[in-house]
Every structure is written in structure tokens, then in C-alpha cells.
């Protein structure tokens, strides 16, 4: 009954853009409680509402360890080790997450970004081609990212 009302609240907070509130919230969480998906789900969405990247990292890969088949688990991780300049572990993350993952055309665009990065210029190239083939939406986005300076789009 508790976690409910703590889990209502930090929600809350989150949607109301005060994401230090939410943690203050899931911090008096004690036990099991604090392991649970939801919390756990709560918790990475404050953390990379603050850029908080390594500790978000550390949270979504909590969260990939529990639920190894959920491909967004993947991607939060992939993305939050990226950001937090562990761009080499961001892209083993990824390629470790489920099957379903190669479908996703976001897996394909940041994979590009993770291995342009990292100077594979070929395969970043090839990865965004897959995911711009499966949605065109992804050209825009590549224009602008800063991850992708320098590529010819």
C-alpha cells in the first residue's frame, strides 16, 4: 500500500518536471520495494530527467537485468552509458539486448551514432541507412545530432 502512494507521488513530481522531488520520494523506499520494476522505471525516468547519466545507467541496467527480453530497457542503457561518455560500453549494451531490438529502427540510428562516435565510419553509415530505410523520420534527426557531425546524409 505504501509503494502505491509513493509511486503516485513521485509520478506526480515527474509530471510536474521536478524530478529531485520524485527520487526524494523513491529514496524512503526501503527493502524489496526499492527493487520493484515500477519504482526501478520511475526512478531511471528522474534520473535522466536530471542527466544524471551514470547513475541512470546503472539503473536501467538494473532494470535489463530484471526484464531481458524488454528492448527499451536496452536502449535507456545503451543511451545513458552514451551519454555519460561510455560510448564503447553503450554499443555493447545495445548489441547484448533482445532479438527484437534489430526490428526497431532506433536501434539502427543510435547504433550509428554509438559507432561514429567510435570512428567505424562505414557501419555507422550502414546502420543509419537500415534505420532511415524503415523510417524516414530519422534523416531530420541525423541532420541535427551532434553525435553525427560530419556525416555525409
Known amino acids: 500500500m505504501v509503494t502505491k502512494q509513493v509511486i503516485r ?7 510536474l518536471g521536478m524530478p529531485d522531488d520524485a527520487l526524494e520520494e523513491l529514496d524512503a523506499l526501503t527493502g524489496e520495494d526499492r527493487s520493484e520494476r515500477r519504482v526501478l522505471e520511475l526512478k531511471l525516468s528522474a534520473e535522466m530527467a536530471k542527466g544524471d547519466w551514470r547513475q541512470a545507467s546503472t ?35 545495445l548489441l547484448s539486448g533482445p532479438e527484437a531490438l534489430h526490428d526497431l ?4 540510428y543510435n547504433m550509428a551514432c554509438y559507432l561514429w562516435t567510435l ?20 534523416l531530420d534527426s541525423a541532420r541535427v545530432d551532434r553525435d553525427l557531425v560530419g556525416m555525409v546524409i
Open 119 to 138: 570512428g567505424d565510419k562505414d557501419n555507422a553509415t550502414r546502420h543509419l541507412n537500415i534505420a532511415i530505410g524503415m523510417d524516414d523520420s530519422f
Open 59 to 93: 539503473t536501467a541496467l538494473e532494470l535489463c537485468g530484471q526484464a531481458a527480453d524488454e528492448p527499451d530497457f536496452f536502449l535507456s542503457a545503451a543511451y545513458c552509458l552514451h551519454e555519460a561518455g561510455s560510448t564503447a560500453e553503450a554499443r555493447k549494451c
Open 105 to 108: 529502427p532506433v536501434f539502427h
Open 9 to 15: 507521488a513521485a509520478t506526480g513530481w515527474l509530471e
